[in-house]
């Protein structure tokens, strides 16, 4: 049986269920913020885990696909040597896995921030699906939305 699960976890198939399974995760940061689920099962390490546990499967697989992880190193040594990374699917997969964990922490973070600050759900749902489709810009939308709403700038909070 495990033989059976291991061989349907293939890095396509493992990259659809991350895509399928992240988005309730995302639905409740934008729709819900405010509900009890919220708070215990998207903002807090629930996700996280789960998304570090398919890492962990997808360097076991690779691992036993001898794939050569000090290659890993090349991508500090120029875009073209990124680029080359990126074209082996199990890299892609790591950086898949790395960008949406990011991002969710990131989304239950804004969230946080909003109910400490009392700030509308509906306005902090603009950010939250910036940051889910292009992390950097959700987190800057959001900062701005802040310092108007507190009407102060901090920037290290």
């Known amino acids: 049986m495990i033989e059976q699960i291991y061989n349907y976890f293939t890095i396509e198939m493992l990259y659809f269920w991350v895509n399928l399974g992240i988005l309730p995760f995302w ?59 990126f074209t082996n699917k199990s890299f892609l997969m790591f950086f898949w896995i790395h960008f949406v964990s990011i991002n969710l922490f990131v989304g239950g973070w804004i969230v946080k921030e909003s109910i400490k600050f009392s700030m509308n759900k509906v306005l902090i749902a603009f950010p939250l699906i910036l940051t889910y489709l292009i992390g950097p810009l959700g987190i800057f939308l959001f900062w701005l939305i802040k310092i108007f709403h507190s009407k102060s700038i901090t920037l290290y909070d």
């Open 27 to 85: 639905i409740i940061l934008i729709f819900f913020p405010q509900s009890h689920i919220c708070r215990y099962f998207v903002s807090s390490i629930f996700p996280i885990f789960i998304l570090s546990g398919t890492y962990i499967f997808v360097i076991y697989k690779s691992f036993l696909g001898s794939y050569n992880f000090i290659e890993n190193f090349n991508l500090y040594l120029g875009i073209n040597n990124l680029l080359n990374l």
